[in-house]
């Protein structure tokens, strides 16, 4: 029964953030054929790679099924797809909205990848990663997150946007560090945070 339940939630969980890209993929393609703004494009590849990793992930050691930790996944994942193109013109040219983006999505591609099937939504361990940009920052993915998110807003202002990015982000923060604290039963990763002690921006936080 409880191999069952799990299943079904699997099975939801991929199904959602399917459904939510489908979502987001409509509004920055309609935007793109109209505008031909790239700055969207470049958000619609990070949300692309969750789609994939969420399918393709390793079952987990632990997972963290507080009701905590399912409000700020929700809210952290289910925000972005919410998103909408601006009908006004950015507050910067699209060129640099996009570069500051395509640094982004760089280091989500980067911190993606290196996770490669220890990549998941809800607060869990999957084993512990400390190469490549885990090496500067514990969250690298997260990191790259908020830069694409801003330089969407930036590209795209809109009070609603505004609103999603807030609220979201703010989760984000939150579901990093819910997950720091999954892992802290890891002796591998209280010695992997002993040498990498910023969360999210080096010498910020």
């Known amino acids: 029964m409880a191999f069952s339940r799990q299943n079904r939630n699997e099975l939801l969980a991929r199904a959602t953030v399917g459904v939510l890209f489908a979502l ?8 793109f054929l109209h505008t ?10 990070s949300e692309g790679l969750v789609i994939v990793l969420t399918v393709i992930r390793r079952p987990a050691h632990f997972v963290d099924r507080s009701i905590r930790a399912a409000i700020a996944t929700a809210i952290s994942v289910v925000g972005p797809p919410l998103l909408l193109p601006s009908s006004v013109g950015g507050l910067a040219p699209d060129v640099a909205t996009a570069v500051a983006s395509a640094v982004g999505l760089s ?7 290196t996770l490669g099937r220890s990549f998941g939504l809800v607060p869990a361990n999957r084993g512990v990663v400390i ?12 990191s790259g997150y908020l830069i694409t998110h ?3 807003l930036i590209a795209h202002p809109r009070w609603w946007n505004v609103f999603v990015l807030v609220t979201a982000d ?3 923060v939150v579901r990093a560090l819910i997950e720091e604290r999954v892992l802290n039963h890891d002796a591998e990763y209280q ?14 936080f």
């Open 150 to 152: 801003l330089a969407f």
């Open 170 to 172: 703010t989760a984000l």
């Open 36 to 45: 031909g703004r790239v700055t969207g494009l470049l958000l619609l590849v």
């Open 107 to 113: 280091l989500v591609v980067v911190g993606k990848l």
């Open 191 to 204: 010695a992997y945070c002993q040498r990498v002690g910023w969360h999210l921006v080096p010498g910020v």
């Open 24 to 31: 987001l993929s409509i509004n920055i393609l309609q935007d």
């Open 131 to 142: 190469g490549g940009p885990y090496a500067l920052v514990r969250h690298p993915i997260y």
